[in-house]
Nanobody
């Protein structure tokens, strides 16, 4: 079964930037789509951004113009560049893969363990 591992979270001051990465392990033929979600304390998990294998993207209104999702298909990795961060962006950020085709078969809705992003002065 595919495993996703996020990295790049941490503490940043308001107005700062972070870049999250999520790498999928295994011998993978395709992943589509790849998404970033986040969950703040006491709130439901929400979709932040998504990207198809072909590069089409969509974003939550709250992050449009500040966050950029990208992917490297050769590395089975998705990124989330986060700029102009504010305290409302504080959350655990999760990577999600919609459908993964690998030597193990087809997996649906795979999740990483999450990485904490804290925006505070």
């Amino acid at each position: 079964q595919v495993q996703l591992v996020e990295s790049g979270g941490g503490l940043v001051q308001p107005g700062g930037s972070l870049r999250l990465s999520c790498a999928a392990s295994g011998t993978i033929f395709s992943i589509n789509p790849m998404r970033w979600y986040r969950q703040a304390p006491g709130k439901q998990r929400e979709l932040v951004a998504a990207i198809t294998r072909g590069g089409s993207t969509n974003y939550a209104d709250s992050v449009k113009g500040r966050f950029t999702i990208s992917r490297d298909n050769a590395k089975n990795t998705v990124y989330l560049q986060m700029n102009s961060l504010n305290p409302e962006d504080t959350a655990v950020y999760y990577c999600n893969a919609g459908q993964v085709v690998s030597t193990s078969g087809i997996d649906f809705d795979a999740w990483g363990p999450g990485t904490q992003v804290t925006v505070s002065s």
